[in-house]
């Protein structure tokens, strides 16, 4: 089974908030979103899930476009945590109306996973802190049953213990390939940890879809410090300036090749080393402006 989405657009106030979005997911990936405020995760993810009506484009699972065959929205899961239904009700009435959407909704594990987190089944959601609610979230997610989870900020505001459990949560829902997730986070050292890929949204249009175990064979961070401040052609063209501390630069450059290696070598760095590659890195690598040695001025 796989899921596609294909030159997805949506406008919102005659605004262009997503525009030709494209790519496949597949059971058992983790997929991490990530862009700047504003740039339209929240809206790719209301315009998959047919929350918003797509300008052009569809959603197909396995081939059946889910505008088309409204069975096939029962395969993919999305809380909007922004506009729902829920904070009226208590968590032992939510299973009464997921299992309505969800036909194969387990409602056993659902409270026997709120037992395990010692949450409530006669609180009503509203009343629970923000990060007993994202657990909710989460639990209702996986025990939907559905093949495609969409979570949108899980991590958003969260203490290191919930965000721990969250983490360990989605990586155990993924061990036997029969589900998926596809997550937005601010947070990108907890997305590095978790994603197989990243998908990189960036002036409404999907910029990269990086398999990151890929990027990281063929990118590297270096930190270097050189003779002069005179900045060589190699590094201008190549690399994305990360940070500037004194004469002390790091850099990131996705394509590290024996030749680009020679050249930086040939300039006579006083410093050359090799820094552990981030999700962060790359982010800051990709939405920076040009190269971003125009900081240097």
């Given at each position: 089974?796989?899921?596609q989405v294909n030159k997805?657009?949506?406008?919102?106030?005659?605004?262009?908030?997503?525009?030709?979005?494209?790519?496949?997911?597949?059971?058992?990936?983790?997929?991490?979103?990530?862009?700047?405020n504003g740039v339209g995760k929240t809206t790719l993810f209301r315009t998959m899930v047919n929350h918003y009506v797509a300008d052009t484009g569809l959603v197909t699972v396995d081939d059946d476009p889910i505008q088309r065959v409204p069975a096939?929205?029962?395969?993919?899961?999305?809380?909007?945590?922004?506009?729902n239904?829920?904070?009226n009700y208590s968590l032992k009435e939510l299973p009464d109306f997921y299992g309505v959407v969800y036909p194969n909704f387990d409602r056993q594990r659902y409270m026997d996973l709120l037992k395990h987190f010692a949450l409530n089944a006669g609180d009503q959601y509203r009343r629970l802190s923000k990060g007993m609610r994202a657990i909710v979230n989460v639990i209702l997610a996986m025990t939907s049953n559905a093949t495609y989870l969409i979570l949108d900020e899980p991590f958003d505001g969260l203490d290191v213990i919930?965000?721990?459990?969250?983490?360990?949560?989605?990586i155990d829902e993924?061990?036997?390939?029969?589900k998926g997730f596809l997550i937005s986070s601010h947070d990108l050292n907890e997305l590095d940890g978790l994603s197989d890929r990243v998908l990189l949204?960036?002036?409404?249009?999907?910029?990269?879809?990086?398999?990151?175990?890929?990027i990281r064979a063929t990118a590297k961070k270096i930190q270097l410090v050189l003779p002069d401040k005179t900045i060589p052609a190699v590094l201008k063209e190549h690399s994305h300036l990360i940070r500037v501390s004194g004469r002390v630069l790091v850099v990131v450059i996705t394509n590290y090749t024996a030749d680009i290696d020679q050249q930086l070598r040939a300039l006579h760095p006083v410093l050359l080393e090799e820094l552990p590659l981030t999700l962060e890195d790359l982010f800051r690598a990709n939405l920076a402006h040009d190269t971003g040695y125009q900081l240097l001025k």
């Open positions: 089974m796989t899921l997805l657009s949506k406008k919102i106030d005659k605004r262009q908030i997503i525009s030709d979005i494209t790519f496949n997911w597949a059971p058992g990936e983790i997929i991490g979103l990530v862009g700047r096939r929205q029962h395969d993919i899961f999305f809380l909007d945590t922004q506009y239904f829920l904070s919930v965000r721990e459990n969250i983490a360990t949560m989605v993924v061990a036997d390939q029969r949204l960036k002036d409404s249009q999907l910029a990269h879809d990086y398999n990151l175990e890929d």
